[in-house]
């Protein structure tokens, strides 16, 4: 099966454009919070309110819909990916909280944009049994990539400043963009897409688990990392480790979790997520030792990956001309959650540390309890 994806014009144009996605967010995140806290001087509800920021764009995804009207979906990522480059480039010269939330903005629209065209091609342009596959593959690629940048921040850091650093990362993203502007993968023999917004009641299940997991990740994204920086200090070379371990992990797992979609179905790989996640959090919570928290952190990376079950069971419930118009819909619910939760739980934080980790364990809780109505049709 990897033969016939490799086949497909589209999975290298896709490839090259996550490649550059991945390049300029692992750099951002690996950086951002000492960058932030370290030089900047930021609080946890200020940081709260970046993270916020970040998921403004997401919330927006709806628009995507309307672009269609005038770019080819196709191009649409890659433009979308360049800005993204843009905004990471730009964190490195503006160098203060008002700078953190104009640039976030910036490299936010680009990367969420990227990830809502991503997730609709990738569904469009590969079979029901396919896509699992391809998504494992990418995202174990995208892992070494992770890697790759973990190691560089690594050895870059005693020599260059954070600044420096998202400068170079940037460029190095908008470079990689420029190269898939030349590749044309379109195949003009697939169902034509709605390109305007689809909402539908059958629909219902596959809004909600999207909701619950922009909440679950918020969680991961925002406070366990910040917890990491602030509680346990963290230094950037810890935090890189720590991405690095998370990468390896993935290139291994992402590609299982896509052939155990194929094989046991997407209710069971969503139910092993939430449970897992369950217990996760409420270590987070309860739980004060520094090995044990970073041990923790790599488990609850692990399963990232499982969330591609949520797109799989859509594609197989789905009408064909649906897919683009409702991966907008889709990403823009997952990010209702998450333009809340990230100041919500900052001002919870200011009062309790543990606070936004209970409430993680609770919106697992609500995952499982949904997982558990996911039905595909028998192939």
Known sequence: MIKKIRKNPMYWYLLLLII??????????????????????????????????????GFLALLVVFLLLIFKEHKLAAYSAFLMGLGVLATGLLPSYGGLIITTLFMSIGFHYFETVNQSL???????????????????????????????????????????????????????????????????????????????RKYWLFYTLNFLSGARRQIFVVFAVFMLVEKYSFSIKEIAILFIINNIITYFMAPIVGKGINRFGERTILSIEYISLIGIFLCYALIENRTVVGVLYVADHIFFSAAMAINTYFQKTSDPQDIAPSMAVGFTINHISAVVIPVVGGALWMLNWRIPFIAGAGIAVLSLFFSQKVRVPSS
């Open 20 to 57: 550059a996605i991945t390049t300029g967010f692992q750099a951002w995140r690996t950086l951002f919070n000492n960058y932030a806290v370290d030089e900047i001087g930021i609080n946890g509800f200020q940081a709260g309110v970046i993270q916020s920021v970040r998921e403004i764009p």
């Open 122 to 200: 990738t569904l469009q342009y590969f079979s029901k049994q396919q896509s699992p596959i391809m998504i494992g593959r990418v995202k174990s690629i995208g892992a070494l990539t992770n890697i790759a940048i973990g190691a560089f921040i690594w050895f870059l850091s005693p020599y260059l400043s954070l600044a420096s650093q998202f400068i170079i990362f940037g460029s190095t993203v908008l470079l990689l963009v420029i190269l898939a502007l030349f590749k044309n993968p379109v195949d003009k023999s697939l169902p034509k897409q709605q390109k305007k917004m689809v909402l539908k």
